[in-house]
């Protein structure tokens, strides 16, 4: 089940993210859409992780992050909404990338769902592994 997104009225959202982690100044952040990939990004590589809430919100936080950790290593965990039309999550994410001297990162997905970032490829892989 997916849920609306609520942010509260007039609050600045751009270049805020929610962190999963600990950012140090040389280290590998990962920044992500939504907050359940962030906690499985989190889980699973031990690396800090920038929820930035949704794909549009990507660019600012990467930039926000270069400004403050001009050594990190930024890498763009990308949704990849292949079912609709353009793909924004993969192309807000390779755009945020590439705006920071980052790397992208793309999920690998099934065929057999509709897995659309990595918190659903877990979850696929671990059902995948149950049966």
């Given at each position: 089940m997916?849920?609306?997104?609520?942010?509260a009225?007039?609050a600045?959202?751009?270049?805020?993210?929610?962190l999963?982690?600990?950012?140090?100044?040389?280290g590998?952040?990962i920044?992500c859409?939504?907050?359940?990939t962030g906690?499985?990004l989190?889980?699973?590589?031990?690396h800090?992780?920038?929820?930035?809430?949704d794909?549009?919100?990507?660019?600012?936080?990467?930039?926000?992050?270069?400004?403050?950790?001009?050594l990190?290593?930024?890498?763009?965990?990308?949704?990849?909404?292949?079912?609709?039309?353009g793909?924004?999550?993969?192309k807000?994410?390779?755009?945020?990338a590439?705006?920071?001297?980052?790397r992208?990162?793309?999920?690998?997905?099934?065929?057999?769902?509709?897995?659309?970032?990595?918190?659903d490829?877990?979850?696929?892989e671990?059902?995948?592994?149950?049966a």
């Amino acid at each position: 089940m997916s849920w609306p997104k609520r942010y509260a009225a007039g609050a600045p959202t751009a270049g805020t993210f929610y962190l999963l982690g600990r950012i140090t100044d040389d280290g590998i952040i990962i920044v992500c859409e939504g907050a359940a990939t962030g906690a499985t990004l989190h889980r699973e590589t031990r690396h800090a992780v920038a929820c930035a809430m949704d794909a549009g919100n990507l660019l600012a936080v990467c930039r926000a992050l270069r400004a403050r950790y001009p050594l990190a290593d930024i890498v763009a965990a990308a949704d990849d909404d292949r079912d609709t039309t353009g793909n924004p999550g993969r192309k807000a994410a390779t755009a945020a990338a590439g705006a920071v001297g980052g790397r992208v990162a793309f999920p690998e997905l099934c065929r057999a769902c509709r897995c659309t970032d990595f918190n659903d490829q877990s979850a696929c892989e671990r059902r995948r592994g149950a049966a």
